[in-house]
C-alpha cells in the first residue's frame, strides 16, 4: 500500500489524553528542532497512530525527549489494511535501509501491540512466525535487545464493537519512548507547594512545550500562583520568573491547601518546588505585582509567556487601585494613600496580557494562556487578538456541560510600536468576550441548576 510521504516515515504511537492537544505539541517540537509537520495521512484525530514524514532520526529522538503526548515513535518499515497489504509493504521497503540492523553481529526482539483488542501468546507468536520472510540473521534476546521492532493493530476506538480483523497494521523498528512518565514524577499530589489552582503536571508540560520552551530562555508567569508552570519550563532548561498579586501565595503564607493540614510550613513556597525536582539554578524570582499595572522596563524581553490567569471561580480576578477607581455607593476613604483591591474584568485581564505580551516577547517568542468560555455562547471571534501576535492554536479542554476552558498558543510576528497605538482598535476586538466578564455567574449556575433538578426530582 502506497504513502503519500516516501521518506523518512515515522509511526507515532500516542496517548489517549488531551486529543486536542496533541497535534499542536507535536507541531511546535518539530519546529523547534529544525522539522516541518507534514501531513502523511488524511486526518490525526483521536486515532492513537500517526504517520509523519520528520528529516533525521536526530529530529525524531529530539521531539520524544520533550512529547508528554506521545508514547513511542517508531521508524516505520510497512504498513497495509491486511496482513497482505503490510507484507506487500515490507518487501518493497528498501533491503538497504534493513541490513544496519539485521546483521549477525546483532540482537533484536519482535514485540506485538494491539489498540482496543487483547490477542493471546499463541495469536503474538503466529504473527511473528509469518515475518521470517524478513533478512534477520541476528539473535533473539528478549532481555537486553539491540533492536527493538514492533507489530502494531489497530482495531478502531469503539471498545463495544471490535471488529475481527484490524483497521490497520504497521511495522517499525522503535526509536525512543516519550515522556509520559513526567506526569507522575512530576504529580501534584507530592508537590511541596501546592494551592487550590495548582496546574495539572501534565498539563503543564504540555503548556511548556507549545510555548516551545527551550534550554536558557526566560519564561515569565504573570499570575504564578505556586509556580507550577514555572516548575515545567525549568525541567526544560529555562530560567523562570513570576508575579502574583497575592501576597500570601508569592510568600507561601496562610491556609494549606492539603487535606489535614491547617497552615503552610515555613519552607513551602515556589524556590522549594524547584529545589524539590532539582532545578533551583533556574529560579530567577517571584514578585508580588499586579498585572494590570506592569512595571517593566521597555526593554525587557522574554522569550515565552506562559499562564494561567484567574476565572473568578477559586481564586478572585483582583487588580490595585486607587480611592477615586472605587464604585460608586461604595464608602471611600480619600485620605487614604494605601491601594485598594477592585474587581478585574476578565476582558480588560486578558486585554492587559495580550498588551504585555506584544510588548515583552522577543520576535518569535510565544505567550501560552488559558481562556475561559460559557460553552453555549462560545464562537471563535471571542478569542482575543493582537496586531502584533499570530494566533497558533486554541484547544479545548471540558470544565463541565456549559463550561469549559481553552488553551490559547500566540506568537509574536511584529515588533510593538505604541500601546496607545492599538488601544482603540483592540478595544472594539474585546467586546464579543465581554460577555464572558460574569463567567463564575455562568459556571455555577449550571450547578445550581442541576441541583434545583435534582431536589425536584427526589421530591416526586
Request: proline residues 5%; neutral net charge; hydrophobic residues 35%.
Amino acid at each position: 500500500m502506497a504513502l503519500p510521504c516516501s521518506l523518512n516515515r515515522y509511526l507515532l504511537l500516542m496517548a489517549q489524553e488531551h486529543l486536542e492537544f496533541r497535534l499542536p505539541e507535536i507541531k511546535s517540537l518539530l519546529s523547534l528542532f529544525g522539522g516541518h509537520f507534514t501531513n502523511c495521512q488524511e486526518t490525526y484525530g483521536k486515532s492513537p497512530f500517526w504517520i509523519l514524514s520528520i528529516p533525521s532520526e536526530d529530529i525524531a529522538r529530539n521531539l520524544m525527549k520533550r512529547t508528554v503526548c506521545a508514547k513511542s515513535i517508531f521508524e516505520l518499515w510497512g504498513h497495509g489494511k491486511s496482513p497482505e497489504e503490510l507484507y506487500s509493504s515490507l518487501k518493497n521497503y528498501p533491503v538497504e535501509k534493513m541490513v544496519p540492523f539485521l546483521h549477525s553481529d546483532s540482537t533484536y526482539k519482535i514485540q506485538i501491540h494491539t489498540f482496543n483488542k487483547t490477542l493471546t501468546q499463541e495469536e503474538k507468536v503466529k504473527r511473528i512466525d509469518a515475518l521470517e520472510f524478513l533478512p534477520f540473521e541476528g539473535k533473539v534476546n528478549l532481555k537486553e535487545p539491540q533492536h527493538v521492532f514492533s507489530v502494531l493493530e489497530d482495531y478502531g476506538l469503539d471498545p463495544n464493537c471490535i471488529p475481527e480483523n484490524p483497521h490497520n497494521i504497521y511495522f517499525g523498528r522503535w526509536i525512543a519512548d516519550g515522556q509520559r512518565e513526567l506526569i507522575g514524577s512530576y504529580s501534584v499530589k507530592k508537590r511541596h507547594f501546592i494551592g487550590n489552582t495548582s496546574m495539572d503536571a501534565g498539563l503543564s508540560f504540555i503548556m511548556a512545550n507549545h510555548g516551545k520552551v527551550k534550554k536558557n530562555d526566560i519564561v515569565f508567569d504573570p499570575f504564578v500562583g505556586t509556580g507550577g508552570l514555572l516548575v515545567a519550563s525549568a525541567h526544560f532548561g529555562a530560567y523562570v520568573y513570576g508575579t502574583d498579586i497575592d501576597y500570601n501565595t508569592v510568600h507561601g503564607l496562610g491556609k494549606a491547601s492539603r487535606k489535614n493540614q491547617k497552615w503552610r510550613g515555613p519552607d513551602e513556597n515556589i524556590r522549594a518546588n524547584l529545589r524539590q525536582y532539582g532545578l533551583e539554578k533556574y529560579y530567577l524570582d517571584v514578585l508580588v505585582s499586579d498585572a494590570s499595572k506592569p512595571s517593566w522596563r521597555k526593554d525587557t524581553y522574554f522569550d515565552a509567556i506562559i499562564t494561567d490567569p484567574p476565572y473568578g471561580i477559586r481564586e478572585s480576578t483582583r487588580r490595585t487601585g486607587s480611592q477615586k477607581e472605587i464604585p460608586k455607593g461604595i464608602e471611600k476613604c480619600p485620605e487614604s494613600h494605601v491601594p485598594v483591591s477592585l474587581s478585574y474584568h476578565l476582558s480588560d485581564m486578558f486585554f492587559d496580557l495580550l498588551n504585555f505580551a506584544a510588548e515583552t516577547l522577543v520576535l518569535g517568542g510565544r505567550l501560552v494562556y488559558w481562556l475561559p468560555v460559557y460553552t453555549p455562547e462560545y464562537t471563535e471571534e471571542m478569542v482575543p487578538w493582537h496586531p502584533c501576535l499570530k494566533l497558533i492554536s486554541n484547544c479545548e479542554q471540558k470544565l463541565s456541560s456549559h463550561t469549559a476552558r481553552r488553551l490559547i498558543t500566540m506568537e509574536k510576528v511584529k515588533q510593538f510600536e505604541n500601546r496607545d497605538q492599538y488601544s482603540h482598535l483592540l478595544n472594539d476586538q474585546f467586546l464579543p468576550y465581554q460577555g464572558h466578564n460574569s463567567f463564575r455567574e455562568k459556571y455555577f449556575s449550571g450547578i445550581t441548576k442541576r441541583i434545583a433538578k435534582e431536589e425536584k426530582s427526589s421530591q416526586e
